[in-house]
DNA sequence: AAGTCCCACAACCGCGAGAGA
DNA sequence: ATCTCTCGCGGTTGTGGGACT
C-alpha cells in the first residue's frame, strides 16, 4: 500500500502560477494568515491547488522580503562553508540568508556555485584570492564559525561542529561521503591516464597541503584549502570525469595521489 | 532564420518527523 | 503504543528562454 495522495490530483491544477492564483493566495494569507493548515487552505480560497504547492508558493515566491537571485561574493562564502559544514541542509543554509529561501539557494547550489567550485579546483592557481575564490575566504568563515555554531543563541546552535571528522564512529552528516574513498580510488585509479603527470592542485602543493588519510578527514582545527576541498570534492566526484575530459591536457596538474595520500 | 542545445529557475514528488487523537 | 494527518525537507523533473550552430 502507498502512502495516501495528499489532495485530489484529479482536481488539482499543476504547472506554473498564474498572476491571479498567485494574487487570490497572497492576499488571503496576508489577511487570514495560514490557519495552521495548508491541505485546507486552497479549498477555502476557491484555488484548485495542492495545499503543498500552496505552501511551496508562498514560502518561495510570495513572501514578503524575498530576494531572488544576484547573489553577492558573501553569500557565495556562507553557502560554501555551510554546505563543507553540513552538507545539504538547504533550509538551515537559507536560514542564514535573510530573505532566501532554501529552494533558492539549493538552485544557486546546483546551477552555478557548484560549478564555480569545479572550475576553481582545477584551476591551478587562479582562484588565490577572494574574488576568484569562494572559498578561500569561506575557510575563514569556516574555522571562526566554530565558535558561533555552537553558541546557545545563534540559529546555528543546532548545527553539528563543522570541524567534525568525516569517518569514524557516530552518524555521518555528510550524506554519501562515507562510500568516498571507495568511489574516488576508483574514480583516480581506474582514469590513470587522465590524471598522469598532475602535480599540484589549485596551486597548492597538495601533498604537503592534504588532510587526508586513508579517505578521512582530520578533525583538527586546521581548515586549509587542502581540508576544505577534500571536503567538498567528492560531491563533485561524478561530474569531475566529465569536467576533466572537457580540459586542455596542459591545464590537468593535479596530483591525485600525491593529494588524497597513499592507498 | 530555423533548429538544437544548454542553463536557470519554478514546481512537483516522496519521504521522514512530529503532533494529536 | 499505534495510527492518522500535516508539515517541512531534499532530490528531481519540467519548462522557458537565451546561446549556439
New binding site residues.
Given amino acids: 500500500m ?5 489532495c485530489d ?1 484529479a482536481n488539482v ?5 498564474s498572476p491571479e492564483e498567485d494574487t487570490k493566495l497572497k492576499a488571503y494569507i496576508e489577511q487570514n494568515g ?1 490557519g ?6 486552497p479549498q477555502k480560497i476557491g484555488l484548485k ?5 500552496c ?3 508562498w514560502l ?2 510570495l513572501r514578503p522580503n524575498i530576494k ?2 544576484g547573489f553577492s561574493e558573501e553569500e557565495d562564502n556562507i553557502i560554501c562553508s555551510l554546505y563543507i559544514s553540513i ?6 543554509i537559507a536560514a542564514q540568508l535573510p530573505g532566501r529561501t ?3 539557494i ?3 547550489w ?3 556555485l557548484k ?1 564555480k567550485l569545479l572550475q576553481c579546483l582545477l584551476l591551478d592557481g587562479s582562484c588565490n584570492s577572494t574574488q576568484d575564490h569562494p572559498y578561500s575566504s569561506s575557510v575563514n568563515i569556516l574555522s571562526s564559525s566554530g565558535a558561533s555554531m555552537n553558541s546557545t543563541d545563534s540559529p546555528c546552535s543546532q548545527l553539528p561542529n563543522p570541524n567534525y571528522a568525516v569517518s569514524g564512529a557516530g552518524p555521518s552528516i555528510y ?1 554519501g561521503l562515507e562510500e568516498f574513498p571507495v568511489e574516488l580510488h576508483e574514480l583516480v585509479y581506474g582514469n590513470q591516464q587522465q590524471f598522469g603527470g598532475l602535480k599540484s592542485f589549485n596551486g597548492m602543493d597538495m601533498a604537503n597541503g592534504g588532510y587526508v588519510t586513508n579517505g578521512a578527514i582530520s578533525s583538527g582545527e586546521s581548515t586549509t584549502w587542502g581540508n576544505v576541498s577534500s571536503l567538498v570534492y567528492p560531491q563533485l566526484v561524478s561530474e569531475l570525469e566529465t569536467c576533466l575530459q572537457s580540459l586542455p591536457q596542459d591545464h590537468s596538474s593535479f596530483e591525485v595521489s600525491s593529494y588524497f595520500g597513499p592507498q
Fill in positions: 502507498g502512502r495516501a495522495p495528499c490530483k491544477k499543476k504547472g506554473p502560477w495560514t495552521g493548515n495548508w491541505i485546507a487552505l491547488r495542492c495545499g503543498k504547492s505552501r511551496l508558493r518561495n515566491y531572488h537571485g552538507g545539504s541542509r538547504w533550509s538551515i532554501d529552494n533558492d539549493k538552485n544557486y546546483n546551477t552555478r560549478k550524506h
